[in-house]
């Protein structure tokens, strides 16, 4: 008997055992994809991990379907890194597969619907909704479930199915479908009859009555003369002005022939730059220093201020290990940068370039996975968000993380709950690489393990060409307010101050960390605000679309004219976002021409490039954003950055916002200046004097890294402490009340170490589902793995209470 265990992609803890005949055991490696059956009548894509004779005891093993693929697309480094992952984080197995795998290599079976052959059907006897169904079947042979929701016009067609099925008219099968196709690409040629010049006058002889043909064929000689390769059908239609019902007449004629050539989607044909890179003193000794840490540890931190020039020193690293033929992985924390660094890089190294995030459609992501299963050298640099961490390496020799202390890096939902910056470094361990991690604001955990030894570190205190750090001046919004001197939002000295810039011919970015017009519409007569009927939070207005949304759910209505509650036609807006300043920016500077970047204006594959390249190109002068704008952009001719309100980051209720809100306006300072001439921050506060604000006009990183840390450590924080939190979801409040009492309860009996809760989040509600959340801290010094096993027994126990079944429970390791 011989056995296979695979990954199924559902939410499963455990692997599963398929019987295999022994010649698909003797073909079968690890790392194939297997169609195989599981439920009743579902077929899913799993994953073999192991090849083995155990029978298992516990159920019996059904056969696979089919093997799906001829090598493995997934190798044994990425199945052990995944398992890391799923201890470490706490979740399934097969939510990291399912995570992992780009979703185009991870078939679903359709059940597809047709009519018993055998068997006589009384029409009379049918509902109005089975006799259009069974018509249908009279038309064609089998149905998708998709059709037959189109064809009764709802949702819920299982029962009117499921009758049939008990009339015995219907049966149902599962179909496996390919959802990955390759991309061709049609070509023409001229058929062999008139390669010759006989053939060439009878060619002229057939086609002198039809002009249009005729230019069709002139086109194409002109084009084999000039170009000599391989000619499109869409390049020919281009350069003869015509259609393609004309080529298709000469194809049909037998002119022309028409062939396909497979190609990659995701293509690039650039240039490499000649003159090598240059890097400046400073940078030059700092990579020296980050080769010499290489030596002891495998991890480094680059702490350098912004605008140091890190991305050269990193493309100095890369070359190295270009040469010694090692894939490298290199990790950024939003999109938007990704499209600003591959041009730079793609400058340098040409097409060894391949990018991959989830901007990227489905077949072009699995055209990246493939190139990097191949190794091919289209795919030797790999850029992307945190997903390119899953990517099937098996020669990896460098991993940069940019922005290393970005919150983004953190996956929140759904499961795998992973740090990638975390998860990067456990890779690199595995394939024995090293990691550079870069940023102006390291983390506090970060910059903690450098202090302490765990991680090399270098840090330049110098901008590239010695470039003065931005001048940062604070407007105190209280006194401006009280004096009169603001216009909306904007104070009269960033008023002045953008009116300077522009006059110069210079570029303004601004930063307000919300989108929409204004959060939140009340009512001036009874004080209602309209609130999502889903979710415990107020609608946000959203001015260009005349329409209020819930950024939580999605939910939106039309702008009301007057009070839902009592009528009143008297509302107004409270609170501002990057819509109302970019309005108020129009009323102010009607001349200037202003862009907006925020998560409502990039939606789409290149929203992101559209906007950079025209601020880059100076078509936009001034720039509104939220904190897409902050990361790592580089606009040389930015001389003035103003954050509209640094307040809203101070406050939130998290123990990290002193830290992120130092990061941020850091981050967006640095985007000011970044040539020859100092640029010129402004922040507009309530509070100038908060210490945090002052740490920022000082650029006092060391400042603000021991505050924080003694205030970490009296706290029982981070990174003197770890944190598991624990949410419950569930659609009834008194069952999620008592539930979440019970699990808070049984921890607390069975540990030691601080457990905090079960406490109500600042959003209580989501989606109609309340929310509670438990804390763990668990000290330095104590096993996290033992406590993560009394942790998870506990849950299980609590699955196994009845009443409590249905509620959802999700850990997060390592809440960031």
């Given at each position: ?9 559902l939410?499963?803890a455990?692997t ?10 003797n073909?079968?490696?690890?790392g ?7 439920g ?20 019996e ?8 693929d001829?090598?493995?697309?997934v190798?044994?480094?990425?199945i052990?890194h ?8 706490m ?6 597969y399912r995570?992992?795998?780009p ?7 359709e ?19 089975e ?9 064609q ?7 037959i ?10 029962p ?7 009339k015995n008219?219907?049966v ?9 196709t ?6 023409v ?26 230019e ?7 084009l084999?003369?000039s ?15 015509s259609t ?22 995701v ?6 730059k ?6 400046s ?6 990579l020296?220093?980050?080769k ?24 100095k ?22 499209t ?13 370039v ?5 901007k ?16 091919s050298p289209?795919a030797?640099?790999v850029?992307?968000?945190r997903s390119?961490l899953?990517?099937?390496f ?8 940019d922005?290393?202390?970005e919150?983004?890096?953190k996956?929140v939902?759904?499961?795998p ?9 456990v890779?690199?361990?595995i394939?024995?690489?090293k ?6 604001t ?11 030894g765990?991680?090399?570190l270098?840090?330049?205190t110098k ?7 931005p ?6 919004l209280?006194?401006k307010?009280f004096r ?5 939002h904007?104070?009269?000295t960033?008023?002045e ?7 110069l ?7 307000q960390?919300?989108r ?5 519409i ?7 605000v309209?609130?999502c ?17 819930c ?12 009070c839902?509650?009592?009528t009143?036609?008297?509302l ?36 992101f ?17 939220t ?12 001389s ?11 406050y ?5 916002a002193?830290e992120?809100s ?12 970044r040539?020859?001439k100092?640029?010129?921050v402004i ?10 604000i ?12 021991k ?7 009296i ?20 069952k ?6 019970w ?21 209580s ?8 959340t438990i804390m ?11 406590t ?12 196994l209470?009845?009443?409590y ?5 999700s ?6």
């Amino acid at each position: 008997m011989h056995f296979v265990e695979v990954i199924l992609p559902l939410s499963l803890a455990k692997t599963f055992t398929y019987s295999v005949s022994e010649a698909e055991h003797n073909y079968i490696q690890k790392g194939m994809r297997v169609a195989v059956p599981f439920g009743k009548s579902k077929i899913y894509t799993a994953l073999v991990i192991e090849i083995h004779e155990n029978k298992p005891s516990l159920y019996e093993a059904r056969e696979i379907h089919q093997i799906l693929d001829e090598k493995p697309i997934v190798n044994e480094i990425q199945i052990a890194h995944w398992q890391w992952i799923a201890s470490y984080y706490m979740c399934a197995i097969g939510d990291v597969y399912r995570g992992a795998m780009p979703s185009a290599l991870l078939l679903e079976s359709e059940t597809i619907i047709s009519q018993k052959q055998d068997g006589f059907v009384d029409e009379s006897l049918l509902s109005d909704d089975e006799f259009l169904i069974y018509q249908a079947l009279q038309q064609q042979s089998s149905l998708k479930v998709q059709d037959i929701v189109n064809i009764l016009n709802k949702k819920n067609i299982f029962p009117v199915i499921q009758k049939l099925m008990d009339k015995n008219i219907l049966v149902l099968q599962e179909e496996m479908l390919e959802t990955y196709t390759p991309k061709l690409i049609r070509y023409v040629k001229l058929h062999a009859k008139y390669e010759t010049n006989e053939g060439l006058g009878e060619l002229l002889e057939v086609l002198k009555n039809a002009n249009k043909q005729k230019e069709i064929v002139l086109s194409y000689f002109q084009l084999s003369a000039s170009e000599k390769k391989p000619i499109t059908v869409k390049k020919l239609i281009e350069s003869a002005k015509s259609t393609s019902t004309i080529v298709k007449a000469l194809i049909d004629k037998e002119i022309f022939e028409e062939y396909y050539i497979q190609t990659d989607r995701v293509h690039f044909s650039g240039k490499t730059k000649e003159e090598q890179l240059q890097l400046s003193s400073a940078q030059q000794s700092t990579l020296e220093e980050i080769k010499q840490s290489f030596v002891q540890k495998d991890v480094c931190l680059l702490h350098g201020v912004t605008s140091s020039g890190k991305t050269e020193i990193y493309i100095k690293l890369i070359e190295q290990y270009i040469k010694e033929e090692k894939q490298i992985l290199y990790l950024l924390p939003e999109i938007a940068l990704t499209t600003q660094l591959v041009g730079r890089l793609r400058d340098y190294f040409g097409n060894k370039v391949a990018v991959f995030h989830s901007k990227y459609s489905n077949n072009e992501r699995v055209e990246v996975w493939k190139q990097v299963l191949e190794q091919s050298p289209k795919a030797q640099i790999v850029i992307g968000a945190r997903s390119a961490l899953f990517l099937p390496f098996s020669n990896l020799g460098l991993v940069v993380v940019d922005e290393e202390h970005e919150q983004t890096f953190k996956q929140v939902d759904p499961s795998p709950r992973y740090h990638a910056r975390d998860a990067s470094i456990v890779l690199a361990n595995i394939h024995q690489a090293k990691v550079v991690l870069g940023s102006a604001t390291p983390s506090i955990e970060t910059y903690f393990n450098a202090q302490s030894g765990k991680y090399g570190l270098v840090e330049i205190t110098k901008r590239y060409g010695n470039v003065k750090m931005p001048e940062i001046e604070l407007v105190d919004l209280k006194d401006k307010y009280f004096r009169k001197k603001m216009s909306g939002h904007f104070s009269d000295t960033l008023i002045e101050e953008i009116a300077n810039a522009l006059s110069l011919g210079e570029q303004v970015i601004l930063f307000q960390n919300r989108r929409g017009y204004s959060p939140i519409i009340e009512c001036l007569t009874c004080g209602h605000v309209p609130q999502c009927p889903q979710c415990d939070v107020s609608l946000t207005f959203h001015k260009h679309k005349n329409q209020l949304r819930c950024h939580y759910c999605g939910y939106s209505m039309a702008k009301p004219t007057n009070c839902h509650a009592c009528t009143s036609v008297h509302l107004t807006t409270k609170g501002f976002g990057t819509e109302q300043i970019q309005q108020e920016l129009i009323e102010l500077f009607p001349n200037a021409k202003i862009g907006r970047m925020d998560q409502d204006t990039t939606r789409g594959k290149f929203g992101f490039e559209k906007i950079i390249d025209s601020f880059k190109n100076r078509e936009v002068e001034i720039l509104v954003g939220t904190q897409m704008l902050a990361k790592g952009l580089d606009f040389d001719n930015v001389s003035l950055v103003g954050i509209m309100n640094a307040d809203n980051m101070l406050y939130h209720p998290d123990f990290r916002a002193f830290e992120r809100s130092y990061q941020m306006m850091t981050q967006v300072s640095g985007r000011s200046g970044r040539s020859e001439k100092q640029g010129k921050v402004i922040i507009q506060t309530y509070n100038p004097e908060h210490n945090t604000i002052q740490q920022v006009v000082h650029n006092n990183y060391i400042g603000m890294y021991k505050e924080q840390l003694y205030e970490r450590q009296i706290y029982k924080y981070p990174p003197y402490f770890k944190l598991i939190k624990l949410t419950l979801k569930h659609r009834d409040f008194d069952k999620l009340k008592e539930g979440s009492m019970w699990l808070y309860q049984v921890m607390q009996q069975n540990f030691t170490i601080p457990v905090l809760g079960p406490e109500e989040p600042p959003i209580s509600r989501i989606r109609n589902e309340y929310i509670r959340t438990i804390m763990v801290k668990i000290p330095t010094n104590q096993s996290l793995q033992g406590t993560k096993k009394t942790i998870q027994k506990i849950l299980n126990s609590f699955d196994l209470v009845s009443q409590y079944r249905a509620i959802k429970v999700s850990v997060n390791v390592d809440f960031y």
